[in-house]
């Protein structure tokens, strides 16, 4: 069964650098889809952060475009996002999921909290 | 960027009644179409993908239709389990988008 966690600090102050990991059990990164990050907002709607292949082909929000990374590490079966310049505006439960390009979001990870302080 | 505006907001219904929901998208996006559930507290769940087919698991109460720029979710004999938010989104060229979310609650 093919099961996602974020793992990464819960607190990032603001102006600074939130970093978080998905690591992917029970599918292997390397054999395909295309796997990505979406968050939430407390109390608000979802909003799609970027998708990433393993081949390290990657797109973005294009909002986001300029303060976003993401990256895999098939040794690991991880990914990674990083969103540079944080502001409250960041503050968010953030997903991460398999899917998004060619296919819809088919399994999640149950999300990490992370808040931006001042 | 395409835009999925969804409609209502929030249903009020009882056990056993109909839900339909309404996703409309700002421009054509083929069937590239999906439905979410969401209840308090945790993740989405796939429900719908490509407009019309249900993903593995998904009861048969659940079903979507829609092509182009209109999609629809019914949900039938409502459970009290499927009181939860529900989200469309789309894929193309030109990115990912979900909808604002439409909430079903209890009447």
């Known amino acids: 069964q093919v099961q996602l966690q974020e793992s990464g600090p819960g607190l990032v102050k603001s102006s600074e650098t939130l970093s978080l990991t998905c690591t992917v059990s029970?599918?292997?990164?390397?054999?395909?889809?295309?796997w990505g990050w979406i968050r939430q907002s407390p109390g608000k709607g979802l909003e799609w952060i970027g998708n990433?292949?393993?081949?390290?082909?990657?797109y973005f929000n294009s909002s986001l475009k300029s303060r976003v990374s993401i990256s895999v590490d098939t040794s690991k079966n991880q990914l990674s996002l990083t969103l540079r310049s944080v502001t409250a505006a960041d503050t968010a439960v953030y997903y991460c999921?398999?899917?998004?390009?060619?296919?819809?979001?088919?399994?999640w990870g149950q999300g990490t909290l992370v808040t931006v302080s001042a | 960027e395409i835009v999925l505006t969804q409609s209502p907001g929030t249903l009020s219904l009882s056990p056993g009644e109909t839900a339909t929901l309404s996703c409309r998208a700002s421009?054509?996006?083929?069937?590239?179409v999906a439905w979410y559930q969401q209840r308090p507290g945790q993740a989405p769940r796939l429900l719908i993908r490509?407009?019309?087919n249900r993903a593995a698991g998904v009861p048969a109460r659940f079903s979507a239709s829609g092509s182009g720029t209109d999609f629809t979710l019914i949900i039938s004999n409502l459970e009290p389990e499927d009181f939860a938010v529900y989200y469309c989104?789309?894929?193309?060229?030109?990115?990912?988008?979900f909808g604002g979310g439409t909430k079903v609650q209890i009447k």
């Open positions: 999921a398999r899917g998004g390009y060619n296919d819809p979001f088919d399994y």
């Open positions: 029970g599918f292997s990164i390397s054999s395909g889809y295309f």
């Open positions: 990433i292949y393993h081949s390290g082909t990657a």
């Open positions: 421009q054509t996006v083929r069937n590239f």
């Open positions: 490509d407009a019309s």
């Open positions: 989104q789309q894929r193309n060229y030109d990115g990912l988008t």
